[in-house]
């Protein structure tokens, strides 16, 4: 018999079961709505790559591959895109992806555990789509590097501001970075030099600036003179 615009059915082979490997159950849920469509095709005459970039539109799936496994299941893998920080902008926030990709709106009281990056209003962002900000690259750049072997900086939030990176050391301490350049360099210099920073007295914060590595700098500044 012949389904949509002609294409033959084998009932024997009809898709009845999809088996989603590597999703966390919300993921699979929305990866189920995806192939619905495809629910009760051939899996002799499936197009994989459509499906497999129909799976790939859902803004978390970093790849996905699609396999027949006869009689009657449809095999997907996925792999997700790796949360590295939470955008803001102003009141909104979002969760982004190590690949600087939007993956989902941020709801009230999550994403505690991931860095703020902050950037000015005039930024657009739109689920699914990778940053265009030069400033939100950099600062995603910074905290991708920070998460290899070996770094021990723990950055609570970054400010792109002006092509030039701050990161926040808790409320007390900013690494003041500058641009997004020599990252190793100045994560190395900077990871030998806080140690030895001295507590802030109250109402003061404790910086060091990397921006130009072999002329590091260090001191203590009132908070009131940061300009916000």
Do not use: C
């Not at 790559?49 to 859902?58: D, G, H, P, S, Y």
């Not at 092509?163 to 003041?176: A, M, V």
Request: charged fraction near 20%; glycine fraction near 10%; avoid cysteine.
């Amino acid at each position: 018999r012949k389904g949509t615009k002609g294409e033959l059915l084998h009932p024997l082979f009809a898709v009845e079961k999809v088996e989603v490997r590597g999703a966390t159950p919300a993921l699979t849920r929305q990866i189920d709505a995806v192939v619905k469509p495809f629910r009760g095709r051939s899996l002799v005459g499936l197009n994989k790559t459509r499906v497999e970039q129909a799976i790939l539109a859902i803004p978390e799936v970093k790849t996905a591959q699609v396999d027949r496994a006869f009689p009657n299941t449809l095999r997907v893998v996925v792999a997700r895109e790796h949360p590295v920080a939470v955008l803001r902008r102003g009141g909104d926030a979002w969760v982004i992806a190590s690949s600087g990709k939007v993956v989902r709106t941020l709801r009230h009281g999550r994403g505690q555990d991931l860095p703020r990056v902050w950037v000015p209003a005039s930024v657009a962002v739109r689920i699914g789509n990778t940053l265009a900000d030069s400033g939100a690259r950099a600062a995603i750049g910074v905290l991708v590097a920070l998460q290899g072997p070996g770094h021990s900086i723990k950055p609570s939030s970054v400010v792109a501001r002006g092509g030039d990176l701050t990161l926040k050391l808790g409320s007390s301490t900013e690494l003041r970075f500058g641009e997004a350049s020599d990252v190793a360099l100045k994560l190395a210099v900077a990871e030998k030099i806080l140690p030895g920073i001295a507590a802030p007295p109250a109402g003061s914060i404790a910086y060091l600036d990397v921006s130009v590595p072999d002329r590091a700098v260090g001191g203590t500044e009132l908070k009131s003179n940061q300009g916000g």
